[in-house]
């Protein structure tokens, strides 16, 4: 699985990642995808490799609490009513040392 880095940073209120994420998912591109959050992309990529062709780093931040904030602001976009939307909770991913990334695994359709 490959890892794309199109991180932003700033203040979660700051960025309008909606647009980026919704050009991502689209239907005829993609068949499934999850948000999540980690402090080890390359780590966290091995637990998808199998499920999931392509990792993008969307957001990248010192701060759990905005991570956190991201994680939820765009989980709440999509999920539960938008198609091939995987996330079951948020805020539940792995986070032990700053910097703090908002990614979304994707497998194309």
């Known amino acids: 699985m490959d890892i794309r880095w199109e991180d932003s940073t700033g203040w979660p209120s700051q960025l309008n990642l909606i647009p980026s994420l919704s ?3 689209r239907e005829d591109r993609v068949k499934k995808f999850k948000i999540g959050i980690t402090s080890n992309p390359e780590q966290r990529k091995n ?3 199998n499920a999931y062709d392509e990792m993008l780093v969307l957001y ?3 701060s759990k609490e905005n991570v ?3 994680e939820k602001y765009l989980t709440d ?3 539960p009513h938008y198609r091939g939307c995987k996330n079951e909770a948020r805020g539940k991913g792995p986070l032990c040392e700053p910097p703090f990334y908002c990614y979304i695994v994707r497998k194309f359709a």
């Open 23 to 25: 050009a991502y998912v």
């Open 47 to 49: 637990g998808y490799s």
């Open 60 to 62: 990248c931040t010192d």
């Open 68 to 70: 956190r904030v991201m």
């Open 77 to 79: 976009n999509y999920k």
